[in-house]
């Protein structure tokens, strides 16, 4: 952010990635005043983005996907310039408060990590789910510490930016206690059209990776077993009974049991376009 003295300002970079996020940013821009940069990095909104972007005094950018990597995180991480010794990583859809902002300051001023999880406070249908699954991202990294994980999508991704993919980091991560409130007013149409993209990639992903066997020496433990599992019958019925049944969802009302619902049906939608896959590339005539 270039409007403000930066000599008081926590030395961290702001990078929010957006498309057509006039509902959300305005909020998410509001809470960031005690950073030193903000980087708003888009992908040629058609809506007030840009204006409202600008009009808080943060960095524009404007990305253009040619279909090939570099996405989005990658892209801003490789070609600007980062004066600050840590880069956070948020969507439009989340909002810190002063509380975390007071952890993440103390944390940075010993820290020998070169990354930190992030917890979310998780909100579906305009109420807090205080149960359930819960939301964590790596997203707060040191400068120069890594790169996003490079997928090779070339030939099917048609997301812009990474999504299911995290930092791949040198040295060792820490996790920050205090929450960043995740609340995206952009309504079930968008949440429904957004998983619908997720899933698709998803499924995509899981195909290539039975075709390349080799890939999965490069993954975590955590992503074997994701990836293992995703085509399996059982996963959104057992994401839902662990979600809403063990994890307490039950106790988050309509809205709980409507959050459990929609994550065991993207898990199930996953399913079934593996299977669409599967089958379309047998008869030969799958189209990318």
Not at 12 to 30: Q, Y
Not at 49 to 78: C, H, M
Not at 261 to 281: D, L, N, T
Request: hydrophobic share 40%.
């Amino acid at each position: 952010m270039t409007a403000l003295s930066t000599q008081s300002k926590i030395a961290v970079t702001v990078v929010i990635p957006v498309k057509n996020e006039e509902r959300n940013l305005p909020k998410c821009l509001s809470r960031l005043g005690r950073f030193a940069e903000i980087v708003v990095v888009d992908s040629g909104s058609t809506d007030r983005t840009e204006a409202i972007s600008r009009e808080a005094g943060a960095e524009y950018l404007l990305f253009k996907w040619d279909g090939r990597f570099p996405k989005k995180r990658n892209w801003v991480l490789q070609n600007r310039t980062f004066t600050t010794p840590w880069i956070l990583f948020l969507d439009a859809d989340e909002y810190v408060d002063e509380k975390f902002v007071d952890e993440l300051a103390a944390t940075l001023t010993a820290s020998t990590h070169d990354g930190y999880w992030i917890q979310y406070s998780n909100f579906f249908m305009g109420k807090e789910l205080k149960h359930g699954s819960p939301m964590r991202k790596l997203a707060l990294i040191r400068t120069g510490a890594g790169f996003y994980e490079r997928i090779d999508e070339n030939e099917w991704s048609k997301l812009d930016m990474e999504v299911h993919e995290h930092p791949v980091l040198s040295g060792t991560i820490g996790e920050l206690a205090t929450t960043v409130e995740h609340n995206d007013y952009k309504g079930l149409h968008a949440y429904i059209a957004r998983h619908n993209d997720y899933s698709s990639w998803e499924a995509a992903r899981v195909e290539r990776l039975e075709q390349t066997p080799e890939a999965w020496s490069a993954f975590t433990k955590t992503q074997r077993k994701k990836y293992a599992a995703l085509s399996k019958w059982w996963l959104a019925p057992a994401y839902f009974v662990h979600s809403y049944i063990v994890k307490r969802g039950c106790l988050d009302g309509s809205a709980g049991l409507a959050f459990a619902i929609m994550k065991g049906i993207y898990f199930f939608q996953i399913r079934m376009k593996i299977m669409e896959r599967r089958a379309s590339s047998a008869r030969g005539n799958l189209t990318k």
